[in-house]
């Protein structure tokens, strides 16, 4: 069963993989590699999981590992080879900009200085999980796409929120079990990553809460990386739901009860609060002050839900999160002390890979590893951490300021996907090594890109300089 499983599966991989090659390379389309990402990464452990199981062959693992890099890198040596006068392609460069280059270039100094106990192979390779989102940021800050083809990037969100919930639903009432059970998630983790079985359901104790209930997954890597990749396809259902006509609006409410329905079932913390830090966040922003009401009576039917009608369980599964009596809640606290206490002794940080949950960093030279901030904070200083800050933080003003300002209704609604969910993700960033989910990450640093793209051209626009809709 599972080999037929992987043979559907590396088909249709294969086949998404050579048609975005061949749109790219022979047509000079290097910015659909954004539709081939955002179908192939809410898969992408689970894939690896089933290809190991069907196979146990780790060369043909890493094919498929190496995947979704190689997009992106034949997408920039595309762009750069259809730019004919390549050296005199106008550079018009934002603060966004200047930030994440900033960023990416400390980095990049950091992986040559002599700083910490890490291989150089490691140090290079957690320097290309960082890199890799800068250059998606880059093709998206290139990219200039008409209504039909964001369209399709859309529907392609919402087709994931919607079959996220439907195999929650599967898990939860037909199988009672993790999809992760079924498709080699522990063996490929215990192989491949050195992740022994950890919890009640064989697989980790992410995918748990205190009172053993099941925290579900759906086919994302784990409960945390569901929970915030479903903030997307929340925000996106909402600003269509605004800015659409009436009788289509019943298929972005399904959107968005399905991506409420996969909150719920994720039984994340962070995400949850963050989902109402994020809808504060729009109403505030956007003058939607009938959500803010919405969103406090949801706030006020989940207290009274709690005190009167939930289970003992979730009673003492909340009040252990509020009062940080839980083993997870104590077990961040302790991972920030650690991160804290390093950067106080190391201000100028401890090197490349020396921090952080990913899988190029040694768990013995592991310093913290639980917010992305402190992560960052403790491998490139306090430099590193504020740089990074600030690029969130520049993203979202000019996200913002473009769906203000722009006449084009479908950049409006990428900047207000990119600004609702970085800000909505700012708590998962305290609590996780979110830049992971690469998922919700990298398609909302595309989006940001593109944000900043619409900005610039507006800025020049209002400049009277109509000359070029690049960088």
Known sequence: MALVIFIFL???????????????????????????????????????????????????????????????????????????????????????????????????????????????????????????????????????????????????IFAIAIAAFLVNVLESFVLGAHLQQFTGYALYNQ???????????????????????????????????????????FSAGLIWFLTSKKEANWLYLIVMVCSLGSLIFSASRAAFVAFFVMIFFLALVFGLYKLIAAGFLSLLAFVVFVLFFASDDFYFFVLDTLTFESTSSVGHVVEWVLALDSMVGNPFGIGLAMSGNSGSVSEEL?????????????????????????????????????????????????????????????LPLFTANAEMYTYVAWLTWWMVGYSVNEYSRIYRLQSGNLVSDNF
């Open 10 to 156: 590396a088909l249709a991989i294969a086949a998404g993989f050579l048609w975005t090659v061949q749109v790219m390379v022979f047509k000079g389309k290097w910015s659909y590699f954004i539709y081939f990402l955002a179908l192939f990464l809410p898969f992408y452990i689970t894939t690896l999981s089933i290809v190991y199981l069907a196979t146990g062959s780790t060369a043909l693992l890493s094919v498929f590992q190496v995947l979704k890099e190689l997009t992106v890198l034949i997408a920039v040596a595309v762009f750069i080879i259809y730019q004919r006068r390549i050296f005199d392609y106008p550079l018009r460069l934002q603060s966004t900009d200047w930030l994440m280059m900033g960023f990416l270039g400390l980095a990049a100094l950091y992986l040559f200085l002599p700083l910490g106990q890490s291989s150089f192979l490691n140090k290079a390779l957690y320097f290309k999980s960082m890199l890799i989102p800068g250059l998606v940021y880059f093709l998206g800050r290139n990219t200039t796409f008409d209504a039909t083809e964001i369209k399709r990037i859309f529907q392609i």
């Open 366 to 426: 592991r310093v913290g590893g639980e917010n992305q901030f402190l992560i960052y904070g403790v491998q490139l200083g306090w430099l590193g951490m504020i740089l990074y800050i600030l690029t969130l933080a520049s993203g979202v003003i000019l996200s913002l300021r473009v769906f203000y300002r722009t006449k084009n209704l479908m950049a409006a609604r990428i900047a207000f996907v990119a600004a609702a969910v970085k800000v909505g993700l700012l």
């Open 191 to 233: 192989v491949i990553n050195d992740i022994d079985r950890t919890g009640n359901f064989g697989l980790t104790w992410t995918f748990e809460t205190p009172a053993v209930t099941k925290r579900l997954a759906s086919f994302f890597s784990d409960p945390l990386e569901m929970a915030s990749s479903v903030l997307m396809g």
